[in-house]
C-alpha cells in the first residue's frame, strides 16, 4: 500500500539521488545539466492562470519544490517553503545555464510563448520520466483552471492530493544490492569537433515525421524504434569519421541510451532512476554498414537489458558513493574531482547520445487541446549533437541539440530518411 504524507510531516530536506550528484559538482556559469520537455496547445496560453497552475502543480510535487544547498559533506535539497517558481515568456537558447539563485531557487524554468508551454529541468531533480509527469499535470491543472474537465489518469497527478512518499524516494538506494561489478571498461571514443557557438546559443534542428512511418521503417529492419534511430545516429558520425579516417584514433564510436529503471525495479519516483548503456562500434576491425551498426547495437543491449546486469551497474555507482574515502572528503573536494571525472571520463566513452521518452499517453479529454510534445537536451560539454526523441499521436519530434556550427551529422540523418521514403519536416533556430 503506498504511503503518504500531509505538508506539516513532509520531510524539509532530501538527500540527491545517485544519479543527481554528479550535475551540481560539475555545474558551471558556461555549462549545467539541463533538458526540456515542452506541450504545445490549441490556444494561445493565458500566463496568469499558467502562474497559478504551477504554483498549485508544484506542491504536489515535494522533490521539485526544492532549492539546492550545500552541506560540509555533500549537496542537499531543501523544501522552497517561502517562495514560488514564476512563469516567463520563453527565451531563443533553451536549457541555458542555471544558478541556484535564478527563479527564486527553484531549479526548474517554466516558459509560454504562444500555444507552448515550455519547462527547463535541472538533472539532479528527475529524469525524463518524472520531468513528464509534472509537465502533464500542469498542463492539466492549467487546462482545469481554463475550466475544462480533465480527469487525474495517463501520468496526470491529482494536485489536491497528498503526496505518496514512494514519489519522491531514493530508488537507487532502494535497489542496489548487487555484488558484482557491472560496468567493464570502455576506451576512449571519437568525438566530432567543430566551431563552438557563441555564448549560451545553441543549435536546434528538429525533425517532425509519422511516428507509424518510423516505425514501419524500423520494423522492416527487425528493430525498435529507438535501436534504429540509434544505429542511424551512430552511421551519420560513422559517415563524418570516414572523412577524419577510419583507423585514426580514437577508432570507437558509441552511442550512449538512457534506460528507464522503472521498467525493471518496481518504482513510482518522480526522481531519477535511469542508467546509461553505451553500444557501439570499433572501427579499428574495418568498414561497418548501417545494418551491421544496428545489429552491434542490437546484440549489445539484448545483452545488458535485464535487471541482473542493471542492478549491477546500479549497484556499482552507489559503492563509489558509500566509499568511505569519498563520503568523508570535503565538498570543495568532491566538486573537483566530480568535476575532472564528468569532464574527463563521463564523455571519454561516448561519441553522442540519444534519448527516447517514448510516446506520451494523456487522458482522452486532455487530448482535444494538445497538437504535441518536444522534448530537449542540455548541450554537452563535448559540444557534439545529441538527440532527443518524443512522440504523441502520430507525430514524432526528434530534436537534435549542439554547441557547434557545423550541422553534418544532422544533415545526413535527415536527408538518410527521406531517401528512405520518410518525409520529414525541418524546423531550426538557425538562420
Not at 266 to 295: A, Q
Not at 363 to 388: C, D
Amino acid at each position: 500500500m503506498l504511503r503518504t504524507v500531509d505538508d506539516k510531516k513532509q520531510n524539509n530536506w532530501f538527500k540527491l539521488d545517485n544519479a543527481a550528484k554528479i550535475y551540481p559538482a560539475a555545474n558551471t556559469k558556461r555549462w549545467s545539466g539541463m533538458f526540456r520537455l515542452s506541450v504545445t496547445l490549441k490556444e494561445k496560453i493565458d500566463s496568469f492562470i499558467l502562474q497559478e497552475a504551477l504554483a498549485q502543480t508544484i506542491k504536489r510535487f515535494p522533490s521539485f519544490n526544492i532549492r539546492m544547498r550545500s552541506g560540509l559533506f555533500w549537496y542537499y535539497f531543501e523544501t522552497n517553503a517561502v517562495k514560488r517558481p514564476i512563469v516567463k515568456p520563453d527565451v531563443n537558447n533553451p536549457c541555458a545555464p542555471i544558478s541556484w539563485k535564478d527563479n527564486n531557487g527553484f531549479l526548474i524554468r517554466v516558459f509560454y510563448y504562444d500555444k507552448r508551454i515550455a519547462i527547463d529541468y535541472f538533472h539532479s531533480l528527475t529524469d525524463g520520466t518524472g520531468a513528464m509527469i509534472f509537465l502533464k499535470t500542469l498542463t492539466a491543472q492549467y487546462l482545469r483552471l481554463k475550466g475544462f474537465d480533465i480527469p487525474t489518469t495517463d501520468g496526470v497527478l491529482d494536485v489536491d492530493e497528498l503526496p505518496q512518499t514512494d514519489e519522491y524516494e531514493d530508488s537507487f538506494g532502494k535497489h542496489a544490492n548487487s555484488k558484482f561489478k557491472g560496468r567493464i571498461k570502455e576506451n576512449k571514443a571519437y568525438h566530432f569537433k567543430g566551431n563552438k557557438l557563441e555564448g549560451d546559443d545553441i543549435s536546434i534542428i528538429t525533425g517532425i515525421t509519422s511516428l507509424e512511418a518510423i516505425k514501419k521503417l524500423a520494423k522492416s529492419n527487425n528493430a525498435t524504434i529507438t535501436e534504429y534511430l540509434s544505429a542511424l545516429l551512430l552511421y551519420s558520425f560513422y559517415i563524418q569519421k570516414q572523412k577524419d579516417g577510419l583507423y585514426r584514433k580514437p577508432t570507437r564510436l558509441a552511442v550512449s541510451i538512457p534506460v528507464n529503471l522503472r521498467n525493471y525495479f518496481k518504482s513510482t519516483t518522480n526522481r531519477n532512476f535511469s542508467l546509461f548503456l553505451n553500444p557501439g562500434i570499433d572501427t579499428i576491425h574495418g568498414e561497418y554498414t548501417l545494418v551491421e551498426i544496428l545489429n552491434q547495437i542490437q546484440y549489445f543491449m539484448k545483452a545488458n537489458l535485464n535487471d541482473k546486469v542493471l542492478n549491477a551497474m546500479m549497484s556499482q555507482n552507489v559503492r563509489i558513493e558509500k566509499n568511505i574515502l569519498i563520503r568523508v572528503a570535503p565538498l570543495f573536494i568532491k566538486n573537483i574531482l566530480m568535476s575532472i571525472a564528468h569532464k574527463s571520463i563521463g564523455y571519454r566513452p561516448i561519441t553522442t547520445l540519444l534519448s527516447n521518452v517514448g510516446m506520451v499517453k494523456i487522458p482522452q479529454k486532455m487530448k482535444e487541446h494538445v497538437s504535441r510534445f518536444e522534448f530537449f537536451l542540455g548541450s554537452a560539454k563535448i559540444y557534439t549533437p545529441f538527440l532527443a526523441v518524443v512522440s504523441y499521436n502520430d507525430t514524432l519530434v526528434l530534436n537534435f541539440t549542439s554547441k557547434i556550427r557545423e550541422t553534418e551529422i544532422e544533415r545526413f540523418f535527415f536527408t538518410y530518411l527521406i531517401k528512405q521514403g520518410i518525409h520529414v519536416k525541418i524546423e531550426s533556430n538557425r538562420e
